[in-house]
């Protein structure tokens, strides 16, 4: 390995001990930008990579609220304001009862790599709480939410950062959270948060746009490949934003999807997802997954028993892990290729161990790596942002469009940048490229900050 890498790698592992996401994931990208440096030996003298690792800020706070049994809660919130180079912080919010400062800065990080890719003013930043939203009442979750925001406002704005959501922050916690910022602020800035609901500022398209991107960046690199979506089967874990408007793109392109999952087990429909009724449990009933049985006896569910989800195991051409981090683990890649799978879309972030990305790649199947994959999303609320500011709205079919391009540029910018290095079709090492050399260019234009 390169030595400034090497370097730069040891000191984080030290600096950041307890920060394993965060690790994983600056080591994902440092392992595969080794062309890229050795190109550009005065990047140490102006400690470019240690910069680009080193958050800008990152703020953490007390977020009090109360139950509806009279008790107060303590929760932690998070924002990482990770990089400004190329546009304000920009990245969702996550309310999970496993973040923390780990995964807080994993995802910042990513982000900034993300954004650069889409083509967009748009710099990196992410935050969130150790809060579960699961159970609560909506009066809980808005008083969570108002206080989250009652600290949050002081290191946001429209110029500076621009929250969204994330795991368990959709269009009911936005509402809520752009109700307190405004009342605070006196001040209608309808581009503080993206995500917003279409009564007030938000995007047509926005809600679909991870899980759009996703399935748009797969049928370019299938078709590089000589290979398309029709007729291909498709398993998608997740049940959440992305996981449906993924299967509903794929579908529409003539993929069969067979199954879906949340946290505690796997749907296995071999007739087809009837995706109606996963958007009535979810999105309308906030249940489980499991539900979906009662309304297709012919379907199965299986329950989830240890670290690897079970719905890797089904046989399927196409896998998207649209979940969460690591959900996908080198024996689960192990199944999968031994069940001929012949590519694999990351819809969440980092969704792949790094092991497991590692044994895909080594056997020839594609990678469509997060960081590209799923940058539809962020790439629409920046167009929401224009929006906002132009005080114009676009109909659905010109934001699709939109983001229909940047995710045929993004996935072009990831092959050329494979292609320049003789990375042949590893489009996780293209993608970490092509974000990498956009923002050290921009590093090296703005000086030593
Ligand atoms: P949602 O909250 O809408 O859905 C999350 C889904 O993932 C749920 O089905 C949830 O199941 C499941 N899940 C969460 N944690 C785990 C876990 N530990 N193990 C297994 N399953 C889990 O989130 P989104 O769909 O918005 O986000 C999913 C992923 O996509 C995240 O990694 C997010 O960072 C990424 N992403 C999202 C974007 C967006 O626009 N929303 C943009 C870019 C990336 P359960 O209900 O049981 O918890």
Redesign the pocket.
């Known amino acids: 390995m390169n030595s400034y890498i090497e370097k730069v790698l040891n000191e984080i592992e030290t600096k950041n001990c307890y920060e394993k996401e965060y690790i994983q994931a600056v080591e994902e990208v440092l392992s595969t930008i080794e062309p890229v440096i050795d190109q550009h030996k005065e990047f140490e003298n102006i400690a470019l990579l240690e910069r680009m690792t080193e958050p800008e800020r990152l703020i953490s706070f007390r977020v009090p609220y109360v139950n509806d049994e009279g008790k107060t809660i303590v929760h932690r919130g998070y924002r990482v304001q990770f990089s400004s180079l190329i546009g304000p912080y920009k990245g969702?919010l996550?309310f999970?009862p496993?973040v923390n400062q780990s995964i807080m800065k994993f995802?910042g990080f990513e982000q900034i790599f993300k954004n650069a890719l889409t083509g967009l003013p748009i710099g990196g930043g992410k935050g969130g709480a150790d809060f579960d939203p699961?159970g609560k009442s909506d009066n809980e979750i808005m008083r969570f939410c108002q206080s989250f925001m009652t600290e949050l406002q002081r290191h946001i704005g429209q110029d500076v950062d621009v929250p969204?959501?994330?795991?368990?922050?959709?269009a009911r916690e936005i509402g809520y959270l752009f109700g307190q910022y405004k009342r605070i602020r006196n001040a209608y800035e309808g581009g503080v948060l993206t995500?917003k609901g279409l009564s007030y500022g938000g995007s047509l398209a926005r809600t679909e746009?991870?899980g759009y991107g996703l399935i748009y960046f797969m049928r370019e690199m299938l078709s590089a490949n000589s290979q398309n979506l029709q007729g291909k089967t498709v398993t998608i874990?997740?049940?959440?934003?992305?996981?449906i408007y993924a299967c509903e793109k794929a579908q529409s392109y003539g993929a069969f999807v067979v199954a879906m999952?949340?946290?505690?087990g796997c749907i296995y429909d071999k007739n087809g997802i009837d995706l109606n009724i996963v958007k009535q449990i979810?999105e309308v009933e906030r249940g489980?997954?499991s539900e979906y049985v009662k309304y297709r006896p012919e379907a199965e569910y299986i329950e989830r028993t240890s670290d690897d989800?079970p719905i890797w195991n089904i046989k399927t051409d196409i896998a998207l892990p649209?979940?969460?981090?690591n959900?996908l683990t080198l024996n689960s890649a192990k199944k999968l290729v031994e069940n001929g799978v012949l590519a694999i879309g990351e819809?969440?972030?980092m969704?792949c161990t790094k092991d497991a990305t590692e044994y895909f790649l080594a056997h020839n199947v594609l990678v469509a790596p997060?960081k590209a994959a799923?940058?539809g999303?962020?790439a629409t609320s920046a167009i929401e942002m224009s929006q906002n500011s132009m005080r114009y709205y676009m109909t659905f079919e010109e934001v699709d469009a939109k983001l229909d391009t940047i995710m045929v540029n993004i996935f072009k910018s990831c092959k050329e940048a494979a292609e320049k290095y003789d990375l042949g079709n590893n489009y996780v090492a293209g993608a970490n490229i092509a974000a990498f050399t956009k923002l050290a260019q921009a590093m090296v234009a703005q000086g030593i900050v």
Request: glycine share 20%.
């Open positions: 969702g996550r999970h496993s995802l699961k969204a959501g994330d795991i368990g922050v959709g995500g746009a991870t874990s997740g049940s959440g934003n992305v996981a999952s949340d946290s505690k979810k489980r997954i989800s649209c979940a969460t981090q959900e819809g969440a972030n969704p997060a799923n940058a999303g962020v």
